[in-house]
């Protein structure tokens, strides 16, 4: 392994080390659907503020509690949504983290037999929301902007409804 090989992998560790305390730090004292509201507000005046062509969505399962769709974003992110919130919900990590473990070990998950690319995403949107004490039961997804982005506006709007509640 070369030396920018080595630092790319140093890199990609890092970003996957930040996104596992990120699942440990971002647990909610409760969930309701008025939670997934304003939770939904935060995302859309921080997407707004910024001018983001994005598709947000909170969803408990099969039922969805919060969606939206700003101006620029595109049925295709609907679609990117369903696949990045089944991944997340699935496997119990944001979605990003789903794709990076596999960059890293040279093994993509899309790449296992068993993987339905048409079913899931392992890419960057979607974050489990998760109350203390009771485990994951909803999430949090972002679509129309590059993965780590869409990850991070979820993170941060994560990050401040915690803050707030």
């Given at each position: ?155 941060d709007s994560l990050r ?6």
């Amino acid at each position: 392994m070369d030396s920018a090989d080595s630092k790319a992998a140093d890199q990609l560790r890092a970003l996957i080390a930040r996104t596992e305390l990120e699942i440990l730090e971002l647990e909610v004292d409760s969930f309701s659907r008025a939670d997934a509201l304003r939770l939904g507000l935060i995302v859309v005046r921080r997407a707004t503020e910024a001018n983001l062509p994005v598709a947000i969505n909170i969803r408990r399962g099969l039922q969805t509690l919060f969606h939206v769709a700003l101006e620029g974003s595109t049925a295709d992110n609907d679609v990117w949504i369903a696949r990045k919130s089944r991944a997340a919900e699935r496997f119990g990590v944001p979605s990003l983290l789903l794709g990076l473990r596999g960059e890293l070990s040279g093994q993509p998950i899309e790449d296992e037999p068993w993987f339905d690319v048409t079913l899931y995403a392992a890419h960057g949107g979607s974050v489990p929301i998760t109350v203390k004490g009771t485990g994951q039961i909803a999430t949090v997804t972002v679509s129309g902007l590059p993965q780590l982005e869409d990850h991070e506006l979820a993170i941060d709007s994560l990050r401040e409804f915690i803050a707030k509640q």
